[in-house]
């Protein structure tokens, strides 16, 4: 772990990394220390943090997020993205925006970040921050929420407007109906055609397709599962009555038993020693 000193000197980093010092706000008299380089990676390795325009942070504490630090590293230069992950790994760009309401991931703890610049030379002026005196997280102008305010403003961002969440529903399923669609249009046009080699392809389709979406289909659906739990219920009256067929049964035998030992034990009272 790359857990900073408060008491280490800015610019005064492990190999490779410079030191930025900052604090998250006026007050406050000691300063934390942003681990900072330049992301170095293969050509196509990363494709969302591209080299020589990307600035690798480490050492990124909770309450300093990516406006933040788009806020911070603005002054070298034009910040396009700020991503923050919890451990380092390679980031494949997003063709859509990520969802609103779903796959939502609370980082917790310290976590590395990827600054995106426009222009390289960006880069370099950040690592030259060091220089400076400790960076503000917390600004009058620009102020992290703490406390009570926080709590508020997570409670009312928890809060899901109903046609924002329908709406996105919706465009994921018209997104998903047009997928299938197209795969099933792509799927005819090849069923039967030979390839190259002369092989044909054989698709997954039984004698039983897929049920339609239709209101009829699922009623008829609900029907046969109606039946299936009737026919359930009747076996089990049957089992029941079957059960209490054996067990008068059994109290009849143990009645039984009962006489018989009893006629035995006055049969043998009732014997006589006859020698003769």
């Given at each position: 772990?790359?857990?900073?000193s408060?008491?280490?000197?800015?610019?005064?980093g492990p190999?490779?990394y410079?030191?930025?010092?900052v604090?998250?706000?006026?007050?406050q008299?000691?300063h934390h220390?942003?681990l900072?380089?330049e992301?170095?990676?293969?050509?196509?390795a990363?494709?969302?943090?591209p080299?020589?325009?990307?600035?690798?942070?480490?050492?990124v504490?909770?309450?300093?997020?990516p406006?933040s630090?788009?806020?911070?590293?603005?002054?070298c230069g034009?910040?396009?993205?700020v991503d923050?992950c919890?451990?380092p790994?390679?980031g494949?760009?997003?063709?859509?925006l990520?969802s609103k309401?779903?796959d939502?991931?609370?980082l917790?703890?310290?976590q590395?970040?990827?600054?995106?610049?426009?222009?390289p030379a960006?880069?370099q002026?950040?690592?030259?921050?060091?220089q400076?005196?400790p960076?503000?997280?917390?600004?009058?102008?620009?102020?992290?929420?703490?406390?009570i305010?926080?709590?508020?403003?997570?409670y009312?961002a928890s809060?899901?407007d109903?046609?924002?969440l329908?709406?996105?529903v919706?465009?994921?399923?018209q997104?998903y109906?047009?997928?299938v669609?197209e795969?099933?249009?792509k799927a005819?046009?090849?069923?039967?055609?030979p390839d190259?080699e002369?092989w044909v392809?054989?698709?997954r389709?039984?004698r039983k397709?897929?049920?339609p979406?239709?209101e009829?289909a699922?009623?008829r659906?609900?029907?046969?599962?109606?039946?299936?739990?009737?026919?359930k219920?009747?076996?089990?009256?049957y089992?029941?009555q079957h059960?209490e067929?054996?067990?008068?049964?059994?109290?009849?035998?143990?009645?039984?038993?009962?006489?018989?030992?009893?006629?035995?034990?006055?049969m043998r009272?009732?014997?006589?020693?006859?020698p003769?």
């Amino acid at each position: 772990k790359m857990a900073a000193s408060t008491g280490r000197a800015a610019g005064a980093g492990p190999a490779g990394y410079t030191a930025l010092a900052v604090k998250f706000a006026e007050r406050q008299r000691s300063h934390h220390c942003l681990l900072v380089k330049e992301h170095q990676v293969r050509e196509g390795a990363d494709t969302a943090h591209p080299p020589r325009r990307t600035l690798f942070v480490l050492n990124v504490p909770p309450y300093c997020g990516p406006d933040s630090l788009s806020r911070l590293f603005s002054r070298c230069g034009h910040v396009q993205s700020v991503d923050i992950c919890d451990k380092p790994g390679p980031g494949e760009k997003k063709d859509k925006l990520a969802s609103k309401f779903f796959d939502h991931k609370t980082l917790k703890g310290f976590q590395v970040a990827y600054v995106v610049f426009r222009k390289p030379a960006a880069v370099q002026a950040a690592k030259a921050l060091s220089q400076e005196g400790p960076l503000l997280i917390s600004t009058e102008s620009h102020p992290v929420k703490t406390g009570i305010s926080k709590w508020i403003a997570s409670y009312e961002a928890s809060i899901v407007d109903p046609k924002e969440l329908k709406a996105e529903v919706d465009a994921y399923m018209q997104d998903y109906d047009k997928k299938v669609a197209e795969e099933e249009a792509k799927a005819a046009m090849e069923e039967g055609v030979p390839d190259e080699e002369g092989w044909v392809k054989v698709t997954r389709k039984g004698r039983k397709p897929g049920l339609p979406r239709t209101e009829a289909a699922n009623l008829r659906v609900l029907e046969k599962e109606k039946q299936k739990r009737a026919r359930k219920e009747l076996l089990n009256f049957y089992a029941w009555q079957h059960r209490e067929t054996k067990r008068e049964h059994i109290a009849q035998l143990r009645k039984k038993f009962e006489e018989d030992k009893q006629r035995i034990a006055l049969m043998r009272a009732q014997r006589k020693f006859r020698p003769y």
